[in-house]
C-alpha cells in the first residue's frame, strides 16, 4: 500500500516532442508528490512537486499533472531536449510521516 | 557549500568483510537517510534519523548498521557483507523532519560484494 508505481521504465522521444511519465499510487494517505532528476554518476535532485490539492504544477518546460480520483500523477516535459536525458523518479510521502517512497524509475533519452 | 559528501566513490568487498560508507553534510540538516540503487527497483530506504542520536528503520534495514552521534554524519555500517548487498548507495539529508522542503542526495557510493 506504499508502493508507488512508475511507468516505462525507458523511454526515447525525439528532440522537440514531449516525454510523458507516469506513477500511480494506492495510499490517500500520500500528501506530496515530488519529482526527481539523476544524471549517470550523480544522486538525484530534486526538479519539481506537487501536493494533492492542485491538478496542475508548471516550472519552465516541466509539469506535473495529478489527478487525486484516479491516485494518478504524471510529468510532462515539453521541448524535450538532449540535456534532458536522464533517470526520472517520482516519489509519494505519507502526510505526517518523514519518509519518502520512490517509484522505479524512468530512464529518458531525447535523440538529437 | 559541499552539500552532501559520500565516501568512498567506488569500493570492492568480499564476501564476510565489512566495511563503512561515510556520509556528511554541511547544511545542518536534522534528517539524513541512506538508500541503496538498484535496477528496476528505483531507491529504497534503508535507516533514517532525525536527529543526533535517534535512527530508524526503513524499507531495507536488514545486514546494515547506523549511528548518529553528530548533526554533520551518519555513517552507513555493512556487517557482514553479501553479494545481495552489491548496490549503488546514496545518502541524502533534508533541512526538517517534516518539511517539504527537497531532500539533498550526495553523488553515491558504488558497491561491489564479490
Known amino acids: 500500500q506504499q508502493q508507488v508505481k512508475q511507468s516505462p521504465q525507458s523511454l526515447i522521444v525525439q528532440k522537440g516532442g514531449i516525454s510523458i511519465i507516469n506513477c500511480a499510487y494506492e495510499n490517500t494517505a500520500f500528501d506530496y508528490f515530488p519529482w526527481y532528476q539523476q544524471f549517470p554518476g550523480k544522486g538525484p535532485a530534486l526538479l519539481i512537486a506537487?501536493?494533492?490539492?492542485?491538478s496542475e504544477k508548471k516550472e519552465g518546460r516541466f509539469t506535473i499533472s495529478f489527478n487525486k480520483s484516479a491516485k494518478q500523477f504524471s510529468l510532462h516535459i515539453m521541448d524535450s531536449q538532449p540535456g534532458d536525458s536522464a533517470t526520472y523518479f517520482c516519489?509519494?510521502?505519507?502526510?505526517?510521516?518523514?519518509?519518502?517512497?520512490f517509484g522505479q524509475g524512468t530512464r529518458l533519452t531525447i535523440n538529437p | 557549500n559541499a552539500g552532501v559528501t559520500q565516501t568512498p566513490k567506488f569500493q570492492v568487498l568480499k564476501t564476510g568483510q565489512s566495511m563503512t560508507l561515510q556520509c556528511a553534510q554541511d547544511?545542518?540538516?536534522?534528517?539524513m537517510s541512506w538508500y541503496r540503487q538498484d535496477p528496476g527497483m528505483g531507491l529504497r530506504l534503508i535507516h533514517y534519523?532525525?536527529?543526533?542520536?535517534?535512527?530508524d528503520q526503513g524499507e531495507v534495514p536488514n545486514g546494515y548498521n547506523v549511528s548518529r552521534s553528530t548533526t554533520e554524519d551518519f555513517p552507513l555500517r555493512l556487517l557482514s557483507a553479501a553479494p545481495s548487498q552489491t548496490s549503488v548507495y546514496f545518502c541524502?539529508?533534508?533541512?526538517?523532519?517534516?518539511?517539504?522542503?527537497?531532500?539533498?542526495f550526495g553523488d553515491g557510493t558504488r558497491l561491489s560484494i564479490l
Open positions: 541524502a539529508s533534508r533541512e526538517g523532519q517534516y518539511s517539504n522542503q527537497p531532500q539533498h
Open positions: 534519523s532525525v536527529g543526533a542520536g535517534i535512527t
Open positions: 506537487i501536493r494533492p490539492d492542485v
Open positions: 516519489a509519494a510521502r505519507i502526510q505526517g510521516a518523514q519518509k519518502l517512497v
Open positions: 547544511m545542518n540538516h536534522e534528517y
